[in-house]
T-cell receptor, first 112, second 117 residues
Framework: KQEVTQIPAALSVPEGENLVLNCSFT??????LQWFRQDPGKGLTSLLL?????REQTSGRLNASLDKSSGRSTLYIAASQPGDSATYLC???????????FGTGTRLQVFP | SAVISQKPSRDICQRGTSLTIQCQVD?????MFWYRQQPGQSLTLIAT?????????ESGFVIDKFPISRPNLTFSTLTVSNMSPEDSSIYLC??????????????FGEGSRLTVL
């Protein structure tokens, strides 16, 4: 059974720091991995999608890497800003479907 | 991408009543899903909304409690029936625009925040 874990569970940093959020999954036979952002009480915003054949994806200050063999993905946030404060979730599809299994989330707070 | 509208965005309901949540997508999509996010928790899949047929429910979720409709490729509803305080959650609609499974991004609505008193 696929299990997805994220560490740390919470992170509080001053503005300007570079951050690394971690996502681990127990079954390496994934088709892709997606990172989402969730603001309090809101829905999810898709940040990055990495296909299983890719090693990394970049969007602005965000860079996500994928190492299938070790069952890990990292989300790197450069030069963090207070507007980055949110919960970050990673998710992988269940087998060959579009049903997602979500990680436990990392709650990020960036203070001025 | 896909733009997803959910209604209501939030509601406060009385125990024993039912509430229907609507999900409208701005384009035809292959797959639609309903998730639940309980307070302080991550997301759990309730069911896959199948167009023109009965929804496919995940373990722990049943049709009598969470009836789902999907009359066309752009619209779905989730009803939370006979509500109790344990049903207080954010309910989220998700869609996959891709015609091929597990190849594209999944998109989510803004969620419907339900509080049951």
């Amino acid at each position: 059974k696929q299990e997805v874990t994220q560490i740390p569970a919470a992170l509080s940093v001053p503005e300007g720091e570079n951050l690394v959020l971690n996502c681990s999954f127990t079954d390496s036979a994934i088709y892709n991995l997606q990172w989402f952002r969730q603001d309090p009480g809101k829905g999810l915003t898709s940040l990055l999608l990495i296909q299983s054949s890719q090693r990394e994806q970049t969007s602005g200050r965000l860079n996500a890497s994928l190492d299938k063999s070790s069952g890990r993905s990292t989300l790197y946030i450069a030069a963090s800003q207070p507007g980055d404060s949110a919960t970050y979730l990673c998710a992988v599809p269940y087998k060959d479907t579009d049903k997602l299994i979500f990680g436990t989330g990392t709650r990020l707070q960036v203070f001025p | 991408s896909a733009v997803i509208s959910q209604k209501p965005s939030r509601d406060i309901c009385q125990r024993g009543t039912s509430l229907t949540i609507q999900c409208q997508v701005d384009s035809q999509v292959t797959m639609m899903f309903w998730y639940r996010q309980q307070p302080g928790q991550s997301l759990t899949l309730i069911a896959t909304a199948n167009q023109g047929s009965e929804a496919t429910y995940e373990s722990g979720f049943v049709i009598d409690k969470f009836p789902i409709s999907r009359p066309n490729l752009t619209f779905s509803t989730l009803t939370v029936s006979n509500m109790s305080p344990e049903d207080s959650s954010i309910y989220l609609c998700s869609v996959s625009p891709s015609s091929t499974a597990n190849t594209g991004e999944l998109f989510f609505g803004e969620g419907s925040r339900l509080t049951v008193l």
